[in-house]
Each structure stands twice: as structure tokens, then as C-alpha cells.
């Protein structure tokens, strides 16, 4: 491909077609029909938890899983809708309607397109932990709260969208519970809880369905129970994959720009959240096989998928880590187990839909609730708060952002909280020191020698970055002191230097110049001294002041102490 000359995109896909083999394809074929029917009711019940329905959630999985496992930078990546999405696009439809998801899913696309060009795929991999794990378990919290009203059959027509005022209806409609959808709900969180003691290749969430299912016909049809909702008591499936159409791009704003700036804030949201999901997704999956991913390639892929599954009337897709993790347990081997699970997908939408509609709504509640209590990560938020308190602080703020307000303001906050803390420890692990009259060299850890300080000079020591914190701590150190006519920076363990300590740096040495006193840096790094040199900085010192080692340092210092003693006589 002429595009991978000039950006880091190389599928997987094309490249395990180069090396196929019969035994490969038998390993997909398997492993992708099992993950098929693994997708199933995860792909129905996270379009419907997501405000739109069960058709939207099966395309999105049958069209990005296709696009994510031929254009995706993994081997065994397996795509489509998430729980993690479920709030976002939840809140997109309420506000904006489909066309305004569809947009913002667009748009999200070609943020992650150009991400993965711009090979920023290395960065989202560092994105702090605390507001991962915070910003996923108030997902959760977010998403069993959306399910109570089916879980438990309350029958409330128009649930309230914000946290405390839909448990304030809940708990108001509390003797309305249906009995016979709530023991519905339950027992198929038990089933889903279950299974996995006696099978690990059959899924809990697809017996619990096929289960219930059954349970409501027999007891519709035999003991004339009706009060238990069904998919087709609540939504029409299509006999045929739908068409192609255009996203309304002007909605209610009246133009394409004002739509776009409307939407950007939750497009980027979506970008990011999609991103880190798949690219932690492709790590889990790279420990367990032993391979490598692409992550800008990743990126790419999931790019194309969401800016694609829109005009089909899909939903924001991304990574999904059980689905992937299915494959890899049940030998997926290449992206081809990715293509046949959303073949298996598309049979269930063209040939199934009959079906589809008998399965009851508490039990796709129920699989919700599941798909909440794993993602809520309580065992290590548990951890955390044992180990780390910023790193609690960081999680609880992310996490009850995204429960009370949005996950926007959740990430933005708890980025903010971040960097800050680690500011403050890169802050109090750097150290600045001053020394006169002597100085004591190491090498490689050891105390080696004692090296005298010529007359009229002190050394300043700077160790760790200088930064804009560190930078403002030296500038207070030099006010405070009574200046000698010489002054050494000792910078050989300043690994980079930001604008912030340039430009103290600069007037640091401004107004030593003014006062006859004379700056010499030395062990600057290479890199360092890079930025020096564009500052001005070097040319400001004097290149005859900017010396290799400390002992060339020294020895420049004794030349101007000599030249000072001079002046005195």
C-alpha cells in the first residue's frame, strides 16, 4: 500500500494472508463462529441500553467487527459496540437524536484516523490508570442504573436521564415491580454468574437468553403471564440489512458548522474513549499470544470502522477485550476469526429476527448488570485506595464525575488532577544544591574525589528536569542568596528543559550579566543544549562558557577568579 510509505499503516489482516494455511483458517472458523454467538446478546443489549435498538447494535458489530479485524493493527482484535459507550451515546441520542450521533460518530472517526497518522497511537497508551479504572466503574454504576426499570418490569414510559432523579423515580415506582419480570432479571444474572463454573466455551449470557427466552413463550402462551416485555413488544427488527443514508448534518443548529462545533466536545470523547479501549484491548491481547500490535495502525482501522458504520445507522464501535479474549481462548489465530464472527452476526440479522424479538427485557437487563459488574473493576479500586491514595483521589473524581455529570468533564478533570500530582513529585524529587569551596565528584555511584572550588565561585547542582516548577524554585534560590561574581549550573542531570526554564534561565542570566557576574553551564546534554542553542541561551553565556564536564567547568571558573583577583590588586 502507497499509504504505509508515508504513515505507520500495516493490517494484520494482509499480512497473516501472506503466511495462510488450512490449519489457521479451521482455527478462525471456530473460534469465530463461537464468538459470534458470544456477540449476539451483548451486540442487542448494548444497542438497546444505548437509546437507539437491537438492529443498530447488530450492525455496528457485523460492519466494525468487519472493518476493525481487516484494517486493525491486531491479530485477534475483536470490534464493536461496548458498554463503555453506553452513556455517551445514550446522552448523544437524548440530545442530539440518531442524526447527531451519527455525526459525532463520524466525526470521532477521523479524529482516531488522524491520531493513528500523526502516530499518536504510543501516547494514548499512557493515559493514568486511576481515571481508566474511575471513568469505567462509573460507567458501570451508570449502566446498572439504566437497567433497573427493565430488571425489575417497573413499567416507568419515560425514565429520567439524570443519576439522582432516576433512583428518586425508581424508588417512587418501587410497588410496581413485576414480580415475574424481576425473578426473570435475577435468575439470568445467576445463569450468567454461573456457567462459567461448569463450562468455559458455552456463554453465560447466551444460555441465560435462550433460557428466559423460552421461559417467557411458556409462560405467555401456557399460564397467560403478559406483563413480561419482550424486544418485539418494544422494537421493529428489519427483514434486511439497512440502507445507506446521510446523517441530517444541519439538525436543529441551522448549519454544518454550527453542528460540527456542537458536537466536537462528544466526538472527542468518543475518539478517546474508543482509542484507549481498543489499544488496551490489543496490550491484554499481545500478553496472552505473545505478539506484537500496531497501535497506530490500530487506531487507523478503528478510524475507518466508525467513520463507515454511521451511514448504516450503527453506533460508536470499538475494541471489545471479552469478545477479544473469547477468540484468543477458543484459538483464534488471525483478523479471518474476526470476519467470520460478524458473518455469524449478519446470518442472526437476515434469518433470526423472528427470534430475536422473543427475548424477554429483563433478561437483557440482566445481562447488562453482568456486563456492568465486570467492568466496574471494584477488586482493584479496592487495591488502589490500599496503595495509593492520589491514585484513589484521581479515581473516586473521575469516577463520581462521570456518574453525576458526564464522562467528558470526567476525563478533562481527572487529567488535570493527574498531572498535577505528578508534577508535584517530579517537583519534590528534583533538587537544586549549592556548594563553595569544595566539591565531591562521583562516578558511576562511588565517591571518587574532592574537587576545590576556585575563589568567587559557587556550584549550583540541578538534578531532574527543568521544568516550569523546577524553574521557579531555582529563580527563588537565586533571589534569596548573596551572589558570588562566578556562578557554575551544574546541568548533567537535567534531562530536558521546557519554555517555562528557558525563560527564567534567560533573565537569570540578564541580570547576572548586569551585575558583573558571569554564568558558566556545565555536562549539559545534548538535547539541552539543542534548546539552548534555539533559545539564544548559548550565545548569551558565550560558547567558552558552556563546557563539557564539571572539571573543563572549573578550570574556566579559576581563569575568571584569577582574572577578578587581578582587578582587586
Given at each position: 500500500m502507497k499509504a504505509t510509505k508515508f504513515m505507520d499503516f500495516h493490517p494484520k489482516f494482509f499480512e497473516a494472508m501472506k503466511h495462510y494455511s488450512r490449519e489457521k483458517f479451521s482455527a478462525d472458523i471456530m473460534a469465530g463462529v463461537i464468538v459470534g454467538i458470544v456477540a449476539i446478546?451483548?451486540?442487542?443489549?448494548?444497542?438497546?441500553?444505548?437509546?437507539?435498538?437491537?438492529?443498530?447494535?447488530?450492525?455496528?458489530?457485523?460492519?466494525?467487527?468487519?472493518?476493525?479485524?481487516?484494517?486493525?493493527?491486531?491479530?485477534?482484535?475483536?470490534?464493536?459496540?461496548?458498554?463503555?459507550?453506553?452513556?455517551?451515546?445514550?446522552?448523544?441520542?437524548?440530545?442530539?437524536?440518531?442524526?447527531g450521533l451519527a455525526i459525532a460518530t463520524i466525526m470521532a472517526g477521523i479524529i482516531l484516523v488522524i491520531m493513528g497518522v500523526c502516530r499518536l497511537g504510543s501516547v494514548i497508551k499512557f493515559m493514568?490508570?486511576?481515571?481508566?479504572?474511575?471513568?469505567?466503574?462509573?460507567?458501570?454504576?451508570?449502566?446498572?442504573?439504566?437497567?433497573?426499570?427493565?430488571?425489575?418490569?417497573?413499567?416507568i414510559s419515560d425514565v429520567p436521564a439524570n443519576f439522582v432523579d432516576k433512583w428518586v423515580c425508581y424508588f417512587d415506582n418501587m410497588g410496581n415491580i413485576d414480580w415475574w419480570s424481576a425473578a426473570m432479571g435475577i435468575l439470568s444474572i445467576l445463569i450468567i454468574a454461573l456457567t462459567p463454573k461448569f463450562s468455559k466455551k458455552i456463554p453465560g449470557s447466551l444460555l441465560a437468553i435462550i433460557i428466559m427466552t423460552v421461559a417467557a413463550w411458556l409462560l405467555h402462551d401456557y399460564a397467560g403471564v403478559t406483563s413480561i416485555k419482550t424486544i418485539g413488544d418494544l422494537y421493529e427488527l428489519p427483514s434486511g440489512f439497512p440502507e445507506f443514508r446521510l446523517p441530517d448534518i444541519s439538525m436543529e443548529t441551522g448549519s454544518f458548522f454550527a453542528t460540527v462545533q456542537a458536537l466536537a466536545p462528544v466526538a472527542f470523547t468518543i475518539a478517546m474513549l474508543g482509542a484507549i479501549e481498543s489499544l488496551l484491548s490489543a496490550m491484554v491481547a499481545d500478553g496472552v499470544i505473545g505478539d506484537q500490535h500496531n497501535s497506530n495502525t490500530e487506531l487507523i482501522g478503528q478510524g475507518i470502522a466508525n467513520i463507515v458504520v454511521p451511514f448504516f445507522g450503527g453506533i460508536p464501535a470499538t475494541g471489545a477485550i471479552a469478545r477479544t479474549m473469547a477468540n484468543i481462548n477458543n484459538g483464534g489465530k488471525t483478523p479471518v476469526a474476526g470476519v467470520v464472527h460478524t458473518i455469524v452476526l449478519l446470518a442472526v440479522l437476515l434469518c433470526l429476527g423472528s427470534l430475536v424479538e422473543l427475548i424477554p427485557m429483563p433478561c437483557l437487563a440482566g445481562v447488562l448488570v453482568m456486563v456492568a459488574y465486570n467492568m466496574s473493576g471494584w477488586r482493584t479500586i479496592l487495591s488502589m485506595y490500599r496503595s495509593s491514595m492520589a491514585g484513589t483521589g484521581v479515581l473516586f473524581v473521575t469516577l463520581l464525575l462521570t456518574v453525576f455529570f458526564d464522562l467528558t468533564l470526567a476525563i478533562e478533570v481527572g487529567l488535570v488532577m493527574a498531572v498535577v500530582i505528578v508534577m508535584k513529585r517530579v517537583m519534590e524529587s528534583a533538587n537544586i544544591s549549592v556548594m563553595r569551596d569544595q566539591l565531591d565528584v562521583h562516578h558511576d555511584g562511588e565517591h571518587d574525589e574532592t574537587i576545590a572550588i576556585p575563589k568567587h565561585t559557587e556550584v549550583f547542582e540541578i538534578e531532574g528536569p527543568f521544568f516550569f516548577g523546577v524553574a521557579n524554585?531555582?529563580?527563588?534560590?537565586?533571589?534569596?542568596?548573596?551572589?558570588?561574581?562566578?556562578?557554575?549550573?551544574?546541568?548533567?542531570?537535567?534531562?530536558?528543559?521546557?519554555?517555562?526554564?528557558?525563560?527564567?534561565?534567560?533573565?537569570?542570566?540578564?541580570?547576572?550579566?548586569?551585575?558583573?557576574?558571569?554564568?558558566?553551564?556545565?555536562?549539559?546534554?545534548?538535547?539541552?543544549?539543542?534548546?539552548?542553542?534555539?533559545?539564544?541561551?548559548?550565545?548569551?553565556?558565550?560558547?567558552?562558557?558552556?563546557?563539557a564536564d564539571i572539571h573543563v567547568a572549573l578550570d574556566r571558573a579559576q581563569e575568571l577568579s584569577d582574572a577578578v583577583e587581578q582587578k582587586k590588586r
Open positions: 446478546p451483548l451486540a442487542i443489549a448494548f444497542g438497546i441500553a444505548s437509546g437507539v435498538g437491537p438492529t443498530e447494535g447488530l450492525v455496528t458489530a457485523i460492519m466494525a467487527g468487519f472493518l476493525i479485524s481487516v484494517f486493525g493493527g491486531s491479530k485477534v482484535q475483536i470490534g464493536g459496540p461496548t458498554g463503555a459507550f453506553i452513556v455517551i451515546v445514550y446522552g448523544v441520542v437524548q440530545q442530539y437524536g440518531l442524526s493514568p490508570y486511576p481515571i481508566i479504572i474511575g471513568f469505567t466503574g462509573g460507567i458501570a454504576i451508570t449502566i446498572f442504573s439504566t437497567q433497573v426499570n427493565d430488571l425489575l418490569g417497573l413499567g524554585k531555582f529563580d527563588e534560590l537565586m533571589r534569596n542568596r548573596d551572589a558570588m561574581p562566578i556562578r557554575v549550573l551544574r546541568m548533567r542531570k537535567v534531562s530536558f528543559i521546557d519554555s517555562t526554564g528557558l525563560h527564567n534561565l534567560e533573565i537569570f542570566i540578564h541580570s547576572s550579566h548586569k551585575e558583573g557576574r558571569t554564568i558558566i553551564l556545565s555536562g549539559v546534554h545534548q538535547n539541552v543544549e539543542k534548546a539552548l542553542r534555539k533559545a539564544g541561551i548559548v550565545k548569551l553565556v558565550g560558547k567558552e562558557n558552556v563546557c
